[in-house]
C-alpha cells in the first residue's frame, strides 16, 4: 500500500511555471506506475500523463503535450509534474495516481486503473 500527498499547486500568472510534488510513502515506491490526472470545476477528472515505475517511458495528454513534464525520483519517493506556459485552462485541482506495476514499459491513462490516490492540490493559472 502507498500514500500520496501533493503540493507545489497555487496561483500562477499565464505564461508561467509551476512544480508540482508527489510525496509517497513506504519503501517500495519503485514497484509503482504512476499517474497524474486534473480536475477543474464541474468537468471530470482528466488525464495529464503518467511514467513507469523506472521512470524510463512518459507520455502526455494531447493539451498539455510539449508544456509539462512528468519525472521521478524513486530515492526520494517523490514524483514530479513540471508545468510550463501554463494557460488559464489548466486551472484544476491536480492528483497523482499509483498502481503497482509487474514491468518496467507499461503505462496506463484512465482514472479507473490505478488505484491509489492523493488529495489534490489546486492550480489557477489567472489570464
Known amino acids: 500500500q502507498v500514500q500520496l500527498v501533493e503540493s507545489g499547486g497555487g496561483l500562477v500568472q499565464a505564461g508561467g511555471s509551476l512544480r508540482l510534488s508527489c510525496a509517497a510513502s513506504?519503501?517500495?515506491?519503485?514497484?509503482?506506475?504512476m499517474g497524474w490526472f486534473r480536475q477543474a470545476p464541474g468537468k471530470e477528472r482528466e488525464y495529464v500523463g503518467a511514467?513507469?515505475?523506472?521512470?524510463?517511458?512518459?507520455y502526455y495528454a494531447d493539451p498539455v503535450k510539449g508544456r509539462f513534464t512528468i519525472s521521478r525520483d524513486n530515492a526520494k519517493n517523490t514524483l514530479y509534474l513540471q508545468m510550463n506556459s501554463l494557460k488559464p485552462e489548466d486551472t484544476a485541482v491536480y492528483y497523482c495516481?499509483?498502481?503497482?506495476?509487474?514491468?518496467?514499459?507499461?503505462?496506463?491513462?484512465?482514472?479507473?486503473?490505478?488505484?491509489?490516490w492523493g488529495q489534490g492540490t489546486q492550480v489557477t493559472v489567472s489570464s
Open positions: 513506504g519503501r517500495t515506491f519503485s514497484s509503482y506506475a
Open positions: 495516481a499509483a498502481r503497482i506495476s509487474d514491468d518496467l514499459y507499461s503505462i496506463w491513462s484512465n482514472t479507473r486503473q490505478y488505484k491509489y
Open positions: 511514467i513507469t515505475r523506472s521512470g524510463g517511458i512518459t
